[in-house]
């Protein structure tokens, strides 16, 4: 469970640098995540339970105020995704995924218990 709570908290960071960067360059290709890489180096076997869950709030919050502010029609603004395969996406796509990250990897910290 704590490892789907902090990969979330990643994602959001992730993807709010990613349309950060779209917003700024013309069809950038961003920096990967490294999921596998974080949990290998046990980059989460530190995070406390309540610490996480205020961190996943200000992610959300900060994702969220971003995506608010962006000028009307950047939402259609290229940037190059590799997964999950290599093409050129928008910045909207990059909302829409983060969204998505959020339901799946809710769903799946429910199966879990």
């Known amino acids: 469970m704590l490892e789907y709570g902090c990969h979330v908290r990643d994602v959001l960071f992730n993807l709010r640098d990613r349309i950060i960067l ?6 950038p290709t ?3 995540l490294y999921p596998d890489v974080r949990v290998d180096l046990g980059l989460y076997t530190a995070d406390d339970p ?3 869950a205020d961190e996943i709030a200000t992610a959300a919050a900060l994702f969220t105020r971003t995506i608010d502010v962006l000028p009307r029609g950047y939402e259609l603004r290229p940037i190059f995704y590799n997964w999950p395969v290599a093409a050129t996406r928008t910045l909207g796509w990059v909302a ?3 969204l998505h990250e959020c339901e799946h990897h809710y769903s799946d910290a429910q199966a879990q218990t």
Do not use: F, S
């Open 22 to 27: 779209g917003a700024a360059e013309d069809n």
């Open 30 to 32: 961003p920096n990967r």
């Open 50 to 52: 309540q610490q996480l």
């Open 96 to 98: 829409a995924q983060a």
